[in-house]
């Protein structure tokens, strides 16, 4: 069975600077890597997908995630951040091959941009 | 597209009362998925259907929980009796496919039980 671990349950920020929010999985066969958000009182939605091919992903909202086999990480970055992205950030996988495809999430990680 | 709807958003409670949640899937999508988010469980897949059949429902928890998918534009989710343990707020969830798909999140149900 696959899971997903977030490092950080919380990760503290001021407006502008750089963020990585920390994911690792683990499987036994190749996976599908997903990172959600979630608003306040909203539901999720993607931020990027890993499914093949190049390594790094470029999401929405200057969002991007590296792919690192070896590492069984798949973290997610970026360069600037807004007060808007405070939100909860969810990794997720989804096994390759299997009959039932469903997603695994992690716990989530809570990003507070302040100003 | 309207997305994913779920009703209601909010629902209070009493212990032993039986709750019912709704969700209207993305039309078009032919996996639905049922999850629960609590602070102390994170985000757990319940039951999910494709089309309209129940593939996997052994995220729920107890008998008290029951799902159903009457057609391709509604699914149930109901809980009796409720008890305080079950507050949470519940996702329905629409794909077009398993596995490398996206999946559509609703607002989701804050459920309360009193």
């Known amino acids: 069975a696959q899971s997903v671990t977030q490092l950080d349950s919380q990760v503290p920020v001021f407006e502008e600077a750089p963020v990585e929010l920390r994911c690792n999985y683990s499987s036994s066969v190749s996976v599908y890597l997903f990172w959600y958000v979630q608003y306040p009182n909203q539901g999720l939605q993607l931020l990027l997908k890993y499914l093949s091919g190049s390594t790094l992903v470029k999401g929405i909202n200057g969002f991007e995630a590296e792919f690192n086999k070896s590492q069984t990480s798949f973290h997610l970055r970026k360069p600037s951040v807004h007060i808007s992205d405070t939100a909860e950030y969810f990794c997720?996988?989804?096994?390759?091959?299997?009959?039932?495809?469903?997603?695994?999430f992690g716990q989530g990680t809570i990003l507070t941009v302040h100003p | 597209d309207a997305g994913v709807i779920q009703s209601p958003r909010h629902e209070v409670t009493e212990m032993g009362q039986e709750v019912t949640l709704r969700c209207k899937p993305i039309?078009?999508?032919?996996?639905l998925f049922w999850y629960r988010q609590t602070m102390m469980r994170g985000l757990e897949l319940l039951i999910y259907?494709?089309?309209?059949?129940?593939?996997?429902d052994s995220g729920m928890p107890e008998d008290r929980f029951s799902a159903k998918m009457p057609n391709a534009s509604f699914s149930t989710l109901k809980i009796q009796p409720s008890e305080p343990r079950d507050s949470a707020v519940y996702f329905c969830a629409s794909s077009l496919l398993a596995g490398q798909e996206t999946q559509y999140f609703g607002p989701g149900t804050r459920l309360l039980v009193l």
């Open positions: 997720a996988v989804s096994v390759w091959v299997s009959s039932y495809g469903k997603l695994t």
């Open positions: 039309s078009g999508h032919d996996y």
């Open positions: 259907f494709n089309n309209n059949v129940p593939i996997d």
